[in-house]
């Protein structure tokens, strides 16, 4: 008896993004080592710790996919592409990494909606609210340093910058949360 209950077209578009979030977070891994290099140890670990949120969303699409009877695959991925120039080009490249891993994601849900395959679509909603925060933590970040005076900031602006975002939070607040009381 098959008890798969993903659709071939499903199962491949979901292993898919499981390989894409496996890739994301290497991407992410690189881009810490070159940070690392550079000296800017506190964006590292920022990115170190995205490196590993990326992990993490690979492992929901691989649990997703076997518990719903399907047959996860792990895939080959290409290497990370070459460092970034500077961190404007690093986080700019983070940003639009994260648009290309929103318009992917949308792909499936709009898959699982024309399939009528609820229960996808029901898990993809987490991924879409991710992708929200994913895509304003990126823009934040890219903002961060245009405050800090960019690619002709000074060492004490991105001394800062480098140490706050060292232990800055790994989420962001979302416009569905926002209230009167508290806008941001």
């Given at each position: 008896m098959n008890t798969n209950r993903l659709s071939p077209q499903m199962q491949e578009a979901l292993i898919k993004q499981m390989t894409k979030e496996a890739h994301a977070s290497q991407i992410f891994l690189s881009y810490g080592c070159w940070a690392d290099v550079k000296g800017y140890g506190g964006i590292a670990n920022f990115l170190y710790r995205h490196s590993q949120e990326e992990r993490n969303h690979m492992i929901k699409f691989m649990r997703y996919i076997l518990d719903r009877g399907g047959e996860a695959r792990v895939e080959a991925i290409p290497a990370p592409p070459e460092n970034p120039f500077n961190l404007t080009d690093a986080f700019n490249k983070v940003f639009e990494h994260e648009v290309d891993n929103t318009t992917a994601?949308?792909?499936?849900?709009?898959?699982?909606?024309?399939?009528?395959?609820?229960?996808?679509?029901?898990?993809?909603?987490?991924?879409?609210?991710?992708?929200?925060?994913?895509?304003?933590?990126?823009?934040?970040?890219?903002?961060?340093?245009?405050?800090?005076?960019?690619?002709?900031?000074?060492?004490?602006?991105?001394?800062?910058?480098?140490?706050?975002?060292?232990?800055?939070?790994?989420?962001v607040s979302l416009p569905q949360e926002a209230t009167a009381e508290n806008p941001s």
């Amino acid at each position: 008896m098959n008890t798969n209950r993903l659709s071939p077209q499903m199962q491949e578009a979901l292993i898919k993004q499981m390989t894409k979030e496996a890739h994301a977070s290497q991407i992410f891994l690189s881009y810490g080592c070159w940070a690392d290099v550079k000296g800017y140890g506190g964006i590292a670990n920022f990115l170190y710790r995205h490196s590993q949120e990326e992990r993490n969303h690979m492992i929901k699409f691989m649990r997703y996919i076997l518990d719903r009877g399907g047959e996860a695959r792990v895939e080959a991925i290409p290497a990370p592409p070459e460092n970034p120039f500077n961190l404007t080009d690093a986080f700019n490249k983070v940003f639009e990494h994260e648009v290309d891993n929103t318009t992917a994601i949308y792909e499936i849900v709009n898959l699982s909606f024309e399939e009528k395959d609820w229960a996808t679509w029901n898990f993809m909603q987490w991924f879409v609210k991710e992708q929200i925060e994913e895509e304003k933590l990126a823009l934040e970040l890219i903002d961060k340093l245009k405050i800090a005076g960019g690619d002709s900031a000074s060492d004490e602006s991105l001394f800062t910058l480098d140490k706050a975002l060292e232990s800055a939070p790994d989420d962001v607040s979302l416009p569905q949360e926002a209230t009167a009381e508290n806008p941001s």
